[in-house]
């Protein structure tokens, strides 16, 4: 008999989530330095994704169980593909977006490795994986065991010990917060019977109750700014998705310039690029003729890694949200980064990101009705899903290819038609950009812009004294005086 386990509440959550205009799959292209060895690289997947079981696994919608696939075949999930002539950048994001919009076959384990070769005798590899059997910070993890920082590494990888058992949903929480807050989080999954519970066993501790009382107010506080966000502002980002997508990527930005820059401005690496992110998504409206003013913003829901230390190399989904207002409207590029920062800034002392965990544990034990009601309410108060992911910082190799570039996006829900990834390889920072054909066709002339708006940070350095840059309309003076001259 075929060895099961339930699905948790969050990861069915992700695996009830699919519509055809958005599948919830992540995607992740690695363009390597010259042309792989299909075969090596298949020998390799299938000795090294033994590892985890999750991968040999059938995820069953009656019941939401995870059931062993008796029949698994290496050659349906390893496929060696064919890019239409020329072969080029073009014709492999053409792919990349398409892939984007082919649901995985339910009947099989949900993932998938597409080897392709492109005409500038390169090799790229595309992966497709159901959110429900992981996020991508452990998604970067399995990458990491599939790689090697050797060419001649052996296809069987380093030796390892791994238990197959995966982490329930209390078991994360206990790892990852503080008690009384995990406490609450769990009674928040379970529903309110155990609040009382919860409640009875810290009340002959003042001190813990406080605290308790504490979080428990402040997660109150902010279920209702989610519940009572406002709609952000209407743009062509905006709209009805459909089951068409667009992909794109930039070409990489040296990391050690962003962190430089960062660092002088008093900025994170974080908010630099979110910042410059920004400063590209407004730049191209107004070159479609776009009215943007000061005040325009859009919203983007980024995920928060809420998992602990000693659990990156667990499978299943361990993050939770929060609503981050983009300044796309301001032009002056200081005033944005520091707005930017600000937001940042005050979203980090709430708990968005736990409360949206916990929203998507208990949607996962509500019928699929309710749980679309809930999600459609949280994404229709947003137009972007932006993730920023540290990848290996370097080289690494696969079936003895080096990587040259690596790029991930995590799937959009509901009628949310733009993915950011924001992804560094081996000291490179990368943005790509997926986005849904009824609304932006031309992803290319947005990706191309991440570089300028970057660069225009770097010109204020060489250009103002650096203590004057903590004045944003007094270095937009300055300027203006040296051009009108």
């Given at each position: 008999?075929?060895?099961?386990?339930r699905?948790?509440?969050?990861d069915?959550?992700w695996l009830?989530?699919?519509?055809?205009?958005?599948?919830?799959?992540?995607?992740g292209?690695?363009i390597?330095k010259?042309r792989?060895?299909?075969?090596?690289a298949?020998?390799t997947?299938?000795?090294?994704?033994v590892?985890?079981?999750?991968?040999?696994?059938i995820a069953t919608?009656?019941?939401?169980?995870?059931?062993?696939?008796?029949?698994f075949?290496?050659?349906?999930?390893?496929?060696?593909?064919?890019?239409?002539a020329?072969?080029g950048?073009?014709?492999?994001?053409?792919?990349v977006?398409?892939?984007?919009s082919?649901p995985?076959?339910?009947?099989?384990p949900r993932w998938q490795f597409?080897?392709?070769d492109?005409?500038?005798?390169r090799?790229?590899?595309?992966l497709r994986i159901h959110?429900?059997?992981a996020d991508?910070?452990?998604l970067?993890?399995?990458i990491?065991?599939?790689?090697d920082e050797?060419k001649?590494?052996p296809?069987?990888?380093?030796?390892?010990?791994?238990s197959?058992?995966?982490a329930s949903?209390?078991d994360?929480?206990?790892r990852?917060?503080g008690?009384?807050?995990?406490?609450?989080?769990?009674a928040s999954?379970?529903?309110g019977g155990q609040?009382?519970?919860?409640?009875l066993g810290?009340?002959?501790?003042?001190?813990?109750l406080?605290e308790?009382?504490?979080?428990?107010?402040?997660?109150?506080a902010?279920i209702?700014?989610?519940?009572?966000?406002?709609?952000?502002s209407?743009?062509?980002?905006?709209?009805k998705a459909?089951?068409?997508?667009?992909?794109?990527?930039?070409?990489p930005?040296?990391?050690?310039?962003?962190?430089?820059v960062g660092?002088?401005?008093?900025?994170?690496?974080?908010?630099?690029?979110?910042?410059?992110?920004?400063?590209?998504?407004g730049?191209?409206?107004v070159?479609k003729?776009?009215?943007?003013v000061?005040d325009?913003?859009?919203?983007?829901?980024v995920?928060v890694?809420?998992?602990?230390?000693?659990?990156?190399?667990?499978?299943?989904?361990?993050?939770?949200?929060?609503?981050?207002?983009l300044?796309?409207?301001?032009?002056?590029?200081?005033?944005r980064l520091?707005a930017?920062?600000a937001?940042?800034a005050?979203?980090k002392g709430s708990?968005?990101?736990?409360?949206?965990f916990?929203?998507?544990?208990?949607?996962?034990?509500?019928p699929k009705?309710?749980q679309?009601?809930?999600?459609?309410?949280?994404t229709?108060?947003a137009?972007?899903?932006?993730?920023?992911?540290p990848?290996p910082?370097?080289?690494?190799?696969?079936a003895?290819?080096e990587i040259d570039?690596?790029?991930?996006?995590v799937?959009?829900?509901?009628?949310?038609?733009m993915?950011v990834?924001?992804?560094?390889?081996n000291?490179?920072?990368?943005?790509g950009l997926i986005t849904?054909?009824?609304?932006?066709?031309?992803?290319?002339?947005?990706?191309?812009r991440?570089?300028g708006?970057?660069?225009k940070l770097?010109?204020l350095?060489?250009?103002?004294?650096w203590?004057r840059l903590?004045?944003p309309?007094?270095?937009?003076q300055d300027l203006?005086?040296?051009v009108?001259?």
């Amino acid at each position: 008999m075929s060895w099961r386990e339930r699905i948790s509440r969050v990861d069915t959550a992700w695996l009830r989530m699919d519509r055809p205009e958005n599948l919830m799959q992540i995607l992740g292209v690695m363009i390597f330095k010259d042309r792989i060895d299909h075969e090596r690289a298949k020998r390799t997947i299938a000795q090294r994704i033994v590892r985890y079981r999750r991968f040999h696994q059938i995820a069953t919608t009656d019941g939401n169980w995870w059931i062993d696939d008796d029949n698994f075949d290496i050659d349906a999930h390893v496929r060696h593909s064919l890019l239409p002539a020329p072969g080029g950048p073009a014709e492999l994001q053409k792919f990349v977006a398409q892939l984007a919009s082919m649901p995985l076959a339910a009947a099989r384990p949900r993932w998938q490795f597409h080897l392709v070769d492109t005409a500038d005798g390169r090799s790229a590899a595309v992966l497709r994986i159901h959110h429900a059997i992981a996020d991508g910070i452990s998604l970067l993890g399995v990458i990491d065991w599939l790689t090697d920082e050797e060419k001649d590494a052996p296809e069987a990888g380093r030796a390892i010990a791994r238990s197959d058992a995966q982490a329930s949903d209390g078991d994360v929480l206990r790892r990852s917060f503080g008690e009384p807050l995990g406490k609450l989080m769990l009674a928040s999954i379970h529903f309110g019977g155990q609040l009382w519970g919860q409640y009875l066993g810290l009340r002959n501790d003042p001190a813990a109750l406080r605290e308790y009382g504490r979080v428990a107010a402040t997660w109150t506080a902010d279920i209702g700014k989610l519940a009572l966000m406002p709609e952000d502002s209407p743009t062509r980002f905006k709209g009805k998705a459909s089951s068409v997508k667009h992909v794109a990527w930039s070409q990489p930005i040296a990391l050690a310039d962003i962190k430089a820059v960062g660092k002088v401005l008093g900025c994170s690496v974080n908010d630099t690029l979110l910042s410059v992110v920004a400063g590209a998504l407004g730049s191209y409206l107004v070159a479609k003729g776009d009215p943007v003013v000061s005040d325009t913003q859009i919203r983007a829901m980024v995920p928060v890694n809420l998992r602990a230390p000693d659990d990156v190399d667990d499978l299943g989904n361990r993050f939770g949200l929060v609503a981050l207002d983009l300044p796309i409207g301001i032009e002056n590029p200081l005033a944005r980064l520091y707005a930017t920062r600000a937001r940042m800034a005050a979203l980090k002392g709430s708990y968005q990101a736990m409360v949206t965990f916990a929203l998507l544990g208990a949607a996962g034990m509500a019928p699929k009705f309710v749980q679309d009601q809930m999600l459609d309410l949280l994404t229709s108060k947003a137009t972007a899903v932006i993730t920023n992911v540290p990848g290996p910082p370097q080289a690494r190799c696969f079936a003895g290819s080096e990587i040259d570039q690596e790029l991930v996006w995590v799937p959009q829900t509901g009628d949310i038609g733009m993915g950011v990834s924001i992804l560094s390889y081996n000291g490179r920072v990368q943005l790509g950009l997926i986005t849904d054909a009824n609304m932006v066709d031309d992803p290319e002339r947005i990706v191309d812009r991440f570089a300028g708006e970057f660069e225009k940070l770097v010109w204020l350095l060489l250009l103002e004294p650096w203590e004057r840059l903590a004045d944003p309309a007094a270095v937009e003076q300055d300027l203006t005086a040296l051009v009108t001259g």
